[in-house]
């Protein structure tokens, strides 16, 4: 079981990152591999009880017998991406609201959804038309409503991640930090004193992914959106940043798609001149 349920996972972030890029996934795929998801949910919730009970019986209180289980039954890159999905289906009331997260006054939202909206939009239609030809052409009850819960989540799980796009942007503080976003994918944070540079630059990654991470060429990461990227943000030095399923990488350049570049560089440019232009403090003169 450890082992089959990170390769799903895995197997799901590949059907993401290929939705992301523009390719073409056909509907029978999508539902096979949440088929798959689902029914290893299903069987490491067993496991999981299993874990639960025996702490339970060892006198561990409710929580801590809960948390024990939890990390003695699920795989961190299983953790890590219920956690995106719940934190992603958070944003569909956030979104609804239209409320943001982590904008403060002062700051500088910059959104990136652009070239993906289209393509999210153009998904919903197919997995709804899906659903309406199945309902009419699968004669069988048991497997209508198994197809229908399993398409109910695929549209749920495309309107979250969408969500989180929408309503987690990137922010240029007013302090002249920047915050590079994903959805709940991706949050990397650069603080003002380690941005040596940052300018309009248009480029197409060759991978064509979402996330690409070069450490043999000065550490350049690649946050794509619809197969480019529009902002170059060179660094002082390396930043940490986190993988979707937990993997920690130090980046010192960092490419990354903003619907309104221009925008987001002349903001950053204006919140990180004063801190540049400040005199530095005088030196205590000798008594």
């Known amino acids: 079981m450890k082992w089959a349920v990170p390769l799903v996972v895995v197997g799901e972030i590949v059907l993401v990152g290929c939705l992301l890029a523009g390719v073409a996934v056909p509907a029978p795929v ?109 004669p069988w009850p048991v497997v209508h409503r198994i197809l229908l819960v399993l398409d109910v989540y695929t549209v749920l799980m495309v309107l979250a991640l969408h969500a989180g796009c929408v309503t987690r942007p990137h922010v240029v503080g007013a302090d002249g930090s920047l915050r590079i976003r994903y959805g709940s994918l991706l949050d990397l944070s650069v603080e003002a004193a380690r941005i040596a540079s940052v300018h309009v630059d248009r480029r197409y990654p060759r991978s064509g992914g979402l996330i690409t991470f070069d450490p043999a060429h000065d550490g350049v990461l690649d946050l794509a959106v619809g197969g480019q990227t529009t902002v170059r943000v060179e660094l002082t030095e390396p930043v940490t940043f986190v993988r979707p399923l937990g993997r920690r990488e130090r980046a010192r350049v960092v490419r990354f798609h903003a619907d309104a570049p221009a925008a987001l560089v002349k903001a950053l440019d204006q919140a990180l001149r004063p801190a540049r232009t400040a005199p530095s403090p005088t030196p205590d003169r000798p008594g």
Request: proline share 4%; charged share 20%.
């Open 30 to 138: 999508l539902l096979g591999a949440e088929a798959v998801v689902l029914t290893l949910f299903a069987l490491e919730a067993v496991v999981l009880r299993r874990h639960y009970a025996r702490a339970r019986r060892t006198g561990a209180a409710r929580r801590d017998a809960l948390a024990a289980a939890v990390r003695t039954g699920v795989p961190e890159p299983v953790r890590r991406l219920l956690a995106h999905e719940i934190r992603g289906f958070a944003s569909l009331g956030r979104w609804v609201a239209r409320r943001t997260h982590g904008v403060r006054e002062g700051d500088h939202a910059a959104p990136y959804t652009g070239p993906q909206t289209a393509m999210m939009y153009g998904l919903l239609f197919v997995a709804v038309v899906e659903t309406v030809a199945l309902a009419v052409l699968i």
